[in-house]
């Protein structure tokens, strides 16, 4: 019991002989002959790394350690003070007298002096930045959203940061706290994702954008001499920076230079005009301001980032409330050029949680670590702004459409919030209990159209059970057409038996359905189905396909991709039956369904791919691969003997204008595949075409509604997007707030039939199968983001000359 009344005692002692060793300083700086208060002025501790910046009422507070102390306060354009604190001294006012620069007219002939200026200012970066490997600094942020009316939430951190020169910044969070409407999980205030415009290149909004400190920056910018003020007895130079290149996302504004170290002690910056984004952002701003200090030492370094930010989003129907963004950060207490833990940088993490003194809650705020003090609207904020106060609820959008989506979010008994998929019963407000909700929630439907279907009806039943780690699938439906009416079902189960991991999947299928006759990469059945409606030409052939699919899926650990392995039991029976029916009465003679080879097919198909799959007819761009090899044999119980070697890839490659946003691209799809051995007609492949008017990117747009078959084929399809560039050369500067893109297409291709099948289809219908005959050419201009969702495409066939007009989605990204 002594011994932890003794423990106790140390410890009450040392937490007393701490608070007396640190000491929070307050007070205030304002214009000695306007009594007006000096904002981000600098204060610091004389002869140190530490220091803070003044709030917007001119407000500071600085922790010391020792006393007495003596406190600088700077503010270009007036004198800078010193005062030499007591611990007994109160708070601290500081009353700053302007100053007058005592330097002569500047007489300009030729060059700017700012362009002198600004070479000596880049060659003295390049002598001091050359010997500054690391540093680490104690740092502060406070973040605040507005809306039109009043600041909406406030989020504030207090953390280390680190950066070295080759392995770029790490920061390592210490304490937060938010507004009560915050959850902490949310609260993402911090310093290392904030620009150093001493930095070449600056990563601002997505805009990889040149900075004013660049080696080449004088060949990006114009410098301009526009005044000449003083701090300390020394002249400051302050420049006016404009782009001196009208496409390239740059920055405008004023910067302050020290003259006699040729270093900057200000930037007030925002991006030029090029620096925006097409709808559904209606308007952007964005102004920075930052200090550097060298502490009285080499380096200059960063002493805070201030940004304020405006961004209105909004559409035809649909308008938010304009979001207001304010941020205020400060770094001090520098330790320079020191050896950092390896293990900041192991992860890719810019931003990690220390957890030993994230609990802390406001300790650290009031204790140990120079905050940025509240200004008036951030205290009453603070008291007023509680849980209920949503951002939802403060940027509720206006307009039609708001009526057709549900802003109160559907919670369970338990309060826990539930989220209803599309399709699901429970988004039609009736009892998400109910006994037709639970029958029905895993239901979808189906339905197809065409020429040996016509009518087909179906639904399919999902559902994951043991932990998402087991899937059933059932389907089954009917078609109106051949055979007097025919059924189609299905079932599947799948399985993934690792608990720890879902790299290994499994599952195995039974189906009898009708299957289109050729595969094609792009268009799905429903797809293909509207134009068939409205009695145009069918896209497919069909056959009868009835058998099952063994399937064993791997993801290697440390490998992008994934391997696939396929076991193939079918039965493939013809389908003799045509329909010409439409809903329009256009009386179309749709052409004969195609005859394949009957019989039993027994394969293995391996496939490795990687990517994301989200080739979206064109919409975004993709990385893609695809690379398949299918052996069918009869020594395992198949009708034919072949290899069958199939690629599809994609890529997209940046081209021009890489420092914006969104820079020109090139992207492009290769498709090719070949066969060894007895090919039956039906594993025949499409090069996809134009359907009807829709025009898609990987398609051939010089073509209508058959595709070319082929047991071999190749195709390569290119477009480069120039984004509106073209339009602002022009001298259309506000062509990207309009979205649209001006893009150029090529694609080239051919395939080849075997004699036996050509031979058939002459024997059976009088026509040959549809090939390329020679190499399909074509190439084509696009005017895309038309009303923010459609491209026009007018394409010119090449080899047989002819000019086809179409549409299809837009490239959004």
């Not at 600056?202 to 910018?221: C, E, N, Q, R, S």
């Not at 270093?263 to 991006?271: I, R, S, Y």
């Not at 199968?769 to 090449?798: C, K, Q």
């Amino acid at each position: 019991m002594q011994k932890i009344t003794v423990l106790f005692l140390f410890m009450v002692l040392a937490g007393t002989v701490q608070s007396q060793a640190q000491t929070q300083i307050t007070g205030k700086i304002v214009d000695a002959e306007t009594g007006d208060p000096l904002p981000a002025a600098h204060i610091i501790v004389k002869d140190t790394y530490r220091g803070t910046i003044s709030n917007r009422d001119g407000e500071f507070s600085i922790i010391v350690r020792e006393f007495p102390v003596t406190l600088v306060a700077r503010f270009i354009g007036f004198e800078s003070q010193e005062k030499v604190v007591n611990q007994d001294s109160g708070p601290v006012d500081f009353l700053l007298k302007p100053s007058v620069a005592t330097m002569g007219e500047i007489v300009v002939t030729g060059e700017d002096p700012a362009i002198a200026i600004m070479r000596e200012v880049i060659r003295r970066k390049k002598i001091w930045r050359a010997s500054l490997e690391t540093y680490k600094a104690e740092a502060y942020t406070r973040q605040q959203v507005k809306n039109d009316t009043s600041i909406v939430s406030i989020s504030e951190s207090i953390s280390v940061a680190y950066w070295d020169k080759e392995r770029g910044s790490r920061e390592v969070l210490k304490s937060k706290r938010q507004t009560a409407n915050i959850d902490a999980a949310d609260n993402f205030a911090g310093v290392s994702y904030l620009p150093n415009f001493y930095d070449d290149n600056l990563d601002i909004a997505g805009f990889d954008m040149v900075g004013v400190t660049h080696p080449d920056a004088l060949k990006y910018y114009e410098f301009q001499l526009e005044d000449i003020q003083s701090l300390d007895g020394q002249v400051v130079y302050e420049l006016s920076v404009t782009s001196d290149r009208k496409l390239q996302p740059l920055f405008e504004g004023t910067i302050f230079v020290l003259g006699e170290e040729y270093a900057l002690l200000e930037v007030d910056l925002k991006p030029n005009s090029v620096v925006v984004f097409p709808p559904p952002v209606q308007d952007f701003n964005l102004t920075y301001s930052q200090q550097f200090s060298n502490f009285g030492g080499d380096y200059w370094l960063p002493v805070d980032v201030r940004i304020e930010g405006l961004i209105e989003v909004g559409m035809v129907g649909l308008r938010f409330p304009p979001i207001g963004f304010k941020q205020v950060a400060k770094m001090n207490n520098y330790e320079v050029n020191l050896d950092l833990p390896d293990s900041l940088f192991k992860k890719w993490n810019r931003f990690t949680v220390d957890s030993t003194t994230i609990n802390s809650g406001d300790s650290l705020f009031v204790n140990e670590i120079d905050i940025i003090p509240l200004d008036t609207q951030e205290e009453m904020a603070y008291e007023k702004v509680d849980s209920n106060a949503t951002l939802e609820k403060a940027f509720k959008p206006t307009g039609f459409f708001t009526r057709f989506i549900d802003w109160e979010e559907e919670t369970e008994s338990d309060g826990s919030s539930t989220t209803v998929s599309a399709g699901s019963s429970g988004s039609s407000g009736g009892n998400n209990g109910s006994f037709f909700a639970k029958l029905t929630r895993n239901l979808s439907p189906q339905a197809r159209f065409n020429r040996v279907d016509v009518f087909y009806g179906g639904i399919k039943h999902e559902r994951r059970y043991v932990d998402n780690r087991l899937s059933s699938e059932v389907f089954g439906g009917y078609s109106t057409g051949y055979g007097d009416g025919t059924f189609s079902y299905g079932a599947k189960m799948g399985w993934w038996p690792l608990k720890k991991t879902r790299r290994f999947a499994m599952s195995l299928a039974y189906s009898a359905t009708t299957e289109t006759r050729y595969n094609s990469d792009m268009y799905m059945p429903l797809m293909t189905s509207i134009p068939n409606l409205f009695g145009y030409t069918d896209y497919f052939d069909y056959y009868r396909n009835e058998g099952i699919d063994f399937v064993a899926a791997y993801r290697p650990s440390g490998v992008d991709g994934s391997i696939r392995l396929n076991y193939m039991y079918e039965n493939h029976e013809a389908i003799n039956y045509s329909s010409s029916y439409d809903i329009v009465g256009r009386n179309l003679i749709q052409r004969p369904n195609s005859y394949i080879d009957e019989g039993t097919l027994s394969a293995v198909r391996l496939t490795f791919s990687n990517g994301e799959d989200r080739k979206a007819l064109g919409a975004i761009g993709a990385d893609d691969f695809s690379l398949s090899v299918e052996q069918s044999a009869k020594a395992i119980g198949s009708s034919w003997d072949y290899t069958r070697f199939k690629i599809d890839l994609y890529r997209r490659y940046e081209t021009f204008y890489q420092r914006r946003f969104f820079p020109n691209t090139l992207d492009m799809r290769l498709n090719a595949g070949t066969y060894i051995g007895d090919l039956p007609i039906q594993k025949n492949e499409a090069l996809d075409v134009a359907l009807g008017v829709v025009t898609p990117f990987g398609a051939f747009r010089a073509k209508r509604f058959i595709p070319y078959e082929g047991a071999s084929y190749v195709s390569l399809n290119a477009e480069h997007n120039f984004k509106s560039v073209p339009l602002e050369m022009l001298g259309w500067r506000k062509a990207t707030q309009t979205g649209l893109s001006i893009i150029a297409f090529g694609g080239i291709g051919r395939t080849w039939v075997q004699q036996e099948q050509v031979d058939e289809f002459n024997t059976r219908y009088g026509f040959p199968p549809v090939t390329t005959d020679d190499w399909h050419m074509e190439a084509g201009l696009s005017l895309s983001n038309i009303f923010n969702l459609f491209r026009a495409d007018v394409a010119y066939r090449i080899d047989n000359p002819g000019v086809y007009v179409g549409v299809s989605v837009a490239r959004f990204f």
